[in-house]
Structure formats: structure tokens, C-alpha cells
């Protein structure tokens, strides 16, 4: 098993920036890859980024990239997700997630998810 726990959302204007981190506990963070979802009110839950186990490979959503930023550090068994430009359209709950054999990191299909952590960008 897996837990995964996420922390760093909050309220920020637009254009501002968020960092969030996903701790890992149970297993050997670093047989994981790893990645961050986002669901907003009304709408089903969208990929955002992630990344591969050794850190080599990162995949990411049109919608974010040149904004976001994922990484992580196997040591602290710890991944991050750097949100700058935030627009409005970025408020969702984010979800860390993570998997031993994905396939393609944007896969939906992980194996393990966080409880999420709230990001709201005002106007």
C-alpha cells in the first residue's frame, strides 16, 4: 500500500504562484511514478502533469505547460508541482497520484491517489 498526502493549496489572485507537495509513505518512492490531477466543481477529474520514476520524464497538460512544473525528490520520497501564472481557470481540488508500472504518465489509471488539496485563484 501506498498513502499519499498532499499539501500546499490555498487562495491566491491570479497570476500568482502555489507550490504543492505530495508525501509518500509504504512503499519505496522511488519504483513509483508519480503525478498530479486536478478536478473542478462540475467537471471530471483532468490530468495536469507527472512524472517518471527516476525523474527523467515528465509529461504535462497543454493547458499547463510553460506554467507548471513537476518534480521530486526520492530522498524525502516527496513530489512537487510549481504553479505559476495562475488563472482562474486553474481552481479545482488537486490530487497526487502514483503507480508502480503506468504505462504513459498522462494514464489515468493509477493505482494510488492523495485525499486532494483545494487551489482557488481569484480574479
Known amino acids: 500500500q501506498v498513502q499519499l498526502v498532499e499539501s500546499g493549496g490555498g487562495l491566491v489572485q491570479a497570476g500568482g504562484s502555489l507550490r504543492l507537495s505530495c508525501a509518500a509513505s509504504?512503499?519505496?518512492?522511488?519504483?513509483?511514478?508519480t503525478g498530479w490531477f486536478r478536478q473542478a466543481p462540475g467537471k471530471e477529474r483532468e490530468f495536469v502533469a507527472a512524472?517518471?520514476?527516476?525523474?527523467?520524464?515528465?509529461a504535462y497538460a497543454d493547458s499547463v505547460k510553460g506554467r507548471f512544473t513537476v518534480s521530486r525528490d526520492n530522498t524525502k520520497n516527496t513530489m512537487y508541482l510549481q504553479m505559476n501564472s495562475l488563472k482562474p481557470e486553474d481552481t479545482a481540488v488537486y490530487y497526487c497520484?502514483?503507480?508502480?508500472?503506468?504505462?504513459?504518465?498522462?494514464?489515468?489509471?493509477?493505482?494510488?491517489w492523495g485525499q486532494g488539496t483545494q487551489v482557488t485563484v481569484s480574479s
Open positions: 509504504g512503499r519505496t518512492f522511488s519504483v513509483l511514478a
Open positions: 497520484a502514483a503507480d508502480r508500472s503506468i504505462g504513459a504518465l498522462n494514464n489515468s489509471r493509477y493505482a494510488y
Open positions: 512524472i517518471s520514476r527516476s525523474g527523467g520524464s515528465t
